[in-house]
C-alpha cells in the first residue's frame, strides 16, 4: 500500500529557532501533499496545499512567511516553521494523494510532535 | 458554508455495536471518507462512499444518503483497540476535504 513517511516524528526546540518538517511518498508520486496542523482534543486543520513545483496555497490565517514549503519533487515536500515560538508547539501531519487521483483517500505520515520551549 | 457536524464524544461497550453519525453540507461533493485516528496518532483511512447505500468492510461498514447530507459509521464486535476518535471529512466538487471535528469514542469492558 502507499506509505508516506514523515521525519522527525518528535522535535523540541528553542523558542525562535527553525525546524524543517519532512514529508516523503515512499512508493507513488504525488503532485499535491497537504500540511496540517492538530491541538490537543482538537480536530485537523489544514495549513496548506503544497504543489511540486509551484508555490503552495495557505488557509486563511496561516502565515506563509513563517510556515515555509517546498515541494520540489514529486515524493518529498518540506515545512519549515520558522522563528519558532511555543504557541507553535503542535501535531504536524503530512498527507499525500497519489498523481492523477484525485478522489483518493488521503496517506498520512506518522505526524512530527513539535515542543518550542 | 461547508460544514460537517458528528458528534463529540460516544460510549460504547466491548462486543456491542456502535454507530457514528455525519452530516454534511459542501460546495458540490465527490464522496465521504472516514478516518480512524488513535490519539497521538496520524489518521489510518477506514472507508469511502460517494454512492448511496452501505459499504461493508470487515467490522467496519459505512453507509450514505446523498440525498439528506448523512453518512454513518458502523462498528460492530467492538474491541478496546477500537477506543479512537473517528473523522469524518466529504470531499467537496474541488476535492478539497472539509474535516469534522472527530467523534471520541470510549470503548468500556
Known amino acids: 500500500g502507499a506509505v508516506v513517511s514523515q521525519h522527525p516524528s518528535w522535535v523540541i526546540c528553542k523558542s525562535g529557532t527553525s525546524v524543517k518538517i519532512e514529508c516523503r511518498s515512499l512508493d507513488f508520486q504525488a503532485t499535491t501533499m497537504f500540511w496540517y496542523r492538530q491541538f490537543p482534543k482538537q480536530s485537523l486543520m489544514l495549513m496548506a496545499t503544497?504543489?511540486?513545483?509551484?508555490?503552495?496555497?495557505?488557509e486563511q490565517g496561516v502565515e506563509k512567511d513563517k510556515f515555509l514549503i517546498n515541494h520540489a519533487s514529486l515524493t518529498l515536500s518540506t515545512l519549515t516553521v520558522t522563528s519558532a515560538h511555543p504557541e507553535d508547539s503542535s501535531f504536524y501531519i503530512c498527507?499525500?494523494?497519489?498523481?492523477?487521483?484525485?478522489?483518493?483517500?488521503?496517506?498520512f505520515g506518522n505526524g512530527t510532535r513539535l515542543t518550542v520551549t | 458554508g461547508q460544514n460537517i457536524d458528528q458528534p463529540t464524544e460516544m460510549t460504547a461497550t466491548e462486543g456491542a455495536i456502535v454507530q457514528i453519525n455525519c452530516t454534511y453540507q459542501t460546495s458540490g461533493f465527490n464522496g465521504l471518507f472516514w478516518y480512524q485516528q488513535h490519539a497521538g496518532e496520524a489518521p489510518t483511512f477506514l472507508s469511502y462512499?460517494?454512492l448511496d447505500g452501505l459499504e461493508e468492510k470487515g467490522r467496519f461498514s459505512s453507509f450514505l444518503s446523498r440525498s439528506k447530507g448523512y453518512s454513518y459509521l458502523l462498528l460492530k464486535e467492538l474491541q478496546m483497540k477500537d477506543s479512537a476518535s473517528y473523522l469524518c471529512a466529504a470531499m467537496d466538487s474541488n476535492y478539497q476535504l472539509i474535516w469534522g471535528a472527530g467523534t471520541k469514542l470510549i470503548i468500556k469492558p
Open positions: 498527507s499525500a494523494r497519489a498523481t492523477g487521483e484525485a478522489i483518493s483517500p488521503l496517506h
Open positions: 503544497s504543489n511540486e513545483g509551484s508555490k503552495a496555497t495557505y
Open positions: 462512499n460517494v
